[in-house]
């Protein structure tokens, strides 16, 4: 299983990575690591690539049933329920949180001293929702002390979205104008990285790493929905060792 790890200054203790879609058993669009249950892939397929991430984690990790939305959820006691969330922070030791992506930005927060983490689901519709404000604020601690690190998403030259979407956040932020090139009549190009980077300044957030990744462009190490609607998901993962 090939994955890749935040580069960022956070505390030993603090374990995270995100899958690529190599090293798992499914086929076609789905080759090969499909970690989505809804995405149209074989189950004993999705179940199987799931049993090989599992061996690379400390515990089995909570699974959450995302709705592009700004919900938090704060891990911890029985894991008999899908929790219904977009992002999901702990301070318990082993337990697992995880988002799944193909094209939204699975978002890493930690605080400096490791002692908190979280994950978020951060489409363009999480981010003008809120879900990474949300997030920090859950994390519960200063915003000076927390590390961010963006993970895969789809890049800024691939990502074409409609004018109802550059409002959408020009309506809280005039400044996220900047993050939307014009490309065709009513037409924007949109860069998630450099809206992930307000929202997260917006938050009292300075210490953001990671971004430069293109899940649409770079065919070979990931998913995308945006380039075949029936994609496979990758899964963003972190925990405090």
């Known amino acids: 299983m090939k994955r890749i790890e935040p580069e960022w200054p956070a505390p030993g203790r603090v374990h995270a990575f995100v899958t690529t879609r190599e090293g798992g058993v499914s086929t076609g669009e789905f080759a090969s690591l499909n970690l989505g249950e809804r995405s149209g892939d074989a189950p004993e397929n999705v179940a199987r690539n799931r049993a090989i991430v599992r061996g690379h984690l400390p515990a089995e990790p909570r699974w959450l049933e995302q709705v592009h939305g700004a919900h938090v959820v704060e891990l911890g006691g029985a894991h008999d329920a899908r929790l219904r969330a977009d992002a ?122 990671g971004g430069g990744f293109c899940t649409y462009h770079d065919a070979e190490r990931f998913f995308s929905y945006r380039r075949v609607r029936t994609s496979g998901r990758m899964g963003a993962f972190i925990w405090i060792g």
């Open 88 to 209: 999901a922070v702990t301070g318990r030791a082993g337990e697992v949180a995880v988002v799944l992506a193909a094209d939204c930005m699975p978002l890493f927060l930690a605080n400096r001293d490791g002692s908190r983490v979280g994950l978020a689901h951060a489409g363009w519709r999480g981010m003008a929702a809120g879900v990474i404000e949300n997030a920090v604020v859950a994390l519960d601690a200063s915003p000076a002390n927390v590390l961010a690190w963006m993970g895969p998403t789809i890049g800024p030259d691939a990502f074409e979205v409609g004018a109802e979407v550059r409002e959408a956040f020009v309506a809280v932020d005039g400044r996220a104008g900047t993050a939307f090139k014009p490309h065709a009549p009513g037409k924007y190009m949109a860069d998630l990285y450099a809206l992930a980077r307000q929202r997260l300044a917006r938050a009292g957030v300075g210490a953001v790493f």
